[in-house]
């Protein structure tokens, strides 16, 4: 079955033109590098390591150490002392012992490092992982019933004489034991490039796995594993493979039924999948304006290539917006050289428009990760890139007229403490009519995310309604004003 996306929200008297200045000026030097090893990662993980309101920013550097820069406010950066650890491809952050205070799961080529929160932007190594050489380039994590579960996801086999290609290496899930962890397989894998456990259309946990087609080359396909039962779907899940040059994953309810629509990243086409009714997936109609398969500026009209990709609504009208990171994997013939990144808007008809040369955002070098966060606390999503061989650029968000907003923050005692799973629901305007979903998770992207407060466009309502649904089923009502961070315990 494929839909068309509906008209999304109420409308709103909103209607900004999105606006970026560029302030890459106030993050220290910082570049992403390497050999063909780190063609692909360069992830970024946006979290407030000590606790003072201004996300924070940790930094792949690929054969360059990795960084964490400190928000100083006024979107000035500074670096802060971190163990030199190099061959970084990304970073997720979460709160790995349940202390209340952000860790980082740091993914590489070689042995994968858990770094410990602290406090106060201070990192310690953590338990040891098991010891293995692989090139890790996906990453989520979510809580069971015993605890936290971490899916890692790993490239090329490096050591295969037969490789690179037809040599994707092994998967596995990563459980706590005795002071240490221990690793499950999770077969076949077809080189993974992004991961992201959540909720699927059948509104079931699940593992989804988006899968780079240029080494597992045939046989292979994207993949939906069913946390619950433990399994792959299929068909008779009315799940039907899909094959592309997976790069990265967004997962976002843009209807209000409840149920993610998700975009997956690749070369050529970007291929947004739309949640139908019936627990299946199809793809969105080439006239929603997301495939987004050619660079919108300049001569070149080969296809792009696409990494990091995010849902977030960057003029507060309650349509979520998507950026997706663009550039080439390196010197790839067939495809753009010189790839703007996109930012298409949502219009109310759910259909979307590219707004990136215009709003200053539009740049050409081999961008990678990505991650939108409010770093100066005004209410509007600002953006902060890395790029492959060329420095990281930051852009606060100054459009103008944009509407209110809410952000929505849990937290929960003694287990999963940020409450990942958790599904939160706004709604809004006249007699509440507005709605919007969005579930807390860990994973997706483009080899980093982000650990903030959830950010929702209000558009003109100044209040909303918000019902959490906790990760063991519970539910919880709450009411807020807008234009605050609302910060959920129990």
């Known amino acids: 079955m494929i839909r068309a996306l509906p008209v999304l929200f109420l409308a709103s008297a909103v209607a900004a033109e999105p606006r970026f200045e560029d302030r890459s000026f106030g993050l220290p030097d910082h570049v992403y590098d390497g050999g063909w090893e780190h063609f692909v990662g360069g992830g970024i993980a946006v979290f407030d390591c000590n606790r003072d309101g201004l996300p924070d920013i940790f930094a792949a550097g690929g054969e360059n ?167 792959f779907l299929g068909p008779e899940d009315g799940w039907n493979n899909v094959s592309l040059w997976g790069m990265g994953i967004a997962s976002r309810d843009l209807t209000g039924d409840g149920l993610d629509e998700v975009m997956l990243t690749s070369m050529g086409d970007q291929l947004m999948q739309l949640a139908n009714p019936d627990g299946t997936y199809g793809a969105a109609p080439y006239s929603i304006g997301t495939y987004a398969q050619r660079p919108h500026i300049g001569d070149d009209g080969r296809p792009s290539t696409g990494w990091h990709a995010e849902f977030a609504d960057v003029d507060n009208d309650t349509q979520p917006d998507l950026f997706i990171a663009k550039g080439n994997v390196d010197q790839m013939p067939g495809l753009a050289t010189r790839d703007p990144n996109n930012l298409l808007m949502q219009n109310e008809d759910g259909t979307f428009v590219e707004a990136a040369a215009t709003a200053g955002i539009a740049t050409t070098d081999r961008s990678r990760g990505a991650a939108f966060a409010d770093f100066d606390n005004d209410g509007r999503l600002d953006l902060v890139v890395m790029n492959r061989r060329a420095p990281m650029e930051l852009y606060r968000n100054i459009t103008e007229d944009t509407g209110n907003w809410l952000r929505v923050d849990m937290s929960q005692m003694d287990v999963n403490t940020f409450g990942i799973g958790a599904t939160i629901i706004v709604r809004y305007g006249a007699d509440s009519a507005g709605i919007q979903v969005q579930q807390k998770v860990v994973g997706g992207g483009h080899a980093g995310g982000s650990a903030l407060p959830l950010h929702f466009g209000l558009g003109d309502a100044e209040s909303a309604v918000i019902t959490v649904r906790w990760p063991d089923g519970s539910v919880s009502g709450h009411e807020s004003p807008a234009n605050q961070t609302l910060i959920i315990s129990r």
């Open 65 to 231: 150490p990795a960084k964490l820069f400190v928000n100083q406010g006024d979107f000035t950066f500074i670096p802060v002392e971190f163990p030199a650890i190099t061959g970084v491809t990304g970073a997720y952050p979460l709160d790995i012992n349940s202390d209340g205070t952000l860790d980082l799961f740091i993914m590489r080529v070689g042995q994968n490092e858990l770094q410990m929160g602290a406090g106060d932007c201070r990192f310690s190594r953590g338990s040891e992982l098991p010891l293995r050489d692989d090139w890790t380039t996906a990453f989520s994590a979510w809580w069971d019933d015993q605890g936290l579960v971490m899916a890692i996801g790993n490239y090329v086999d490096r050591s295969d004489p037969d490789g690179p290609f037809e040599a994707c290496d092994d998967n596995y899930l990563l459980r706590a034991g005795s002071g240490d962890y221990f690793a499950t397989p999770l077969t076949p894998g077809y080189c993974p490039l992004s991961m992201l456990a959540a909720n699927d259309a059948r509104g079931r946990p699940t593992l989804r796995i988006s899968n780079d087609r240029h080494y597992y080359v045939r046989g292979g396909h994207e993949q939906m594993w069913d946390i619950a039962d433990g399994h």
